[in-house]
């Protein structure tokens, strides 16, 4: 292997590495932003739940 060669896959494989970092960066942007969603979303249910529960015990 020449010189120029190992210099070319080296560089192949060091994008390929900053490919698949840069996706998995992205996917984890993705999932932070479903988890806050799942989140907010648990708060909501949960005060409809105490809202609904207060208005049993008033009847």
């Keep these: 292997m020449t010189l120029e060669e190992f210099e070319s896959q080296t560089r192949d494989e ?17 999932l932070t932003a479903q988890i806050s969603q799942a989140g907010r979303t648990v708060q909501s249910l949960s005060q409809s739940v105490e809202t609904f529960v207060i208005q049993q015990r008033g009847q």
Excluded at 14 to 30: D, G, R, V
Aim: glycine letters at 0%; zero cysteines; hydrophobic letters at 45%.
């Design 14 to 30: 060091l994008e390929q590495t900053l490919n698949q970092l840069q996706s998995a960066t992205l996917l984890i942007a993705e």
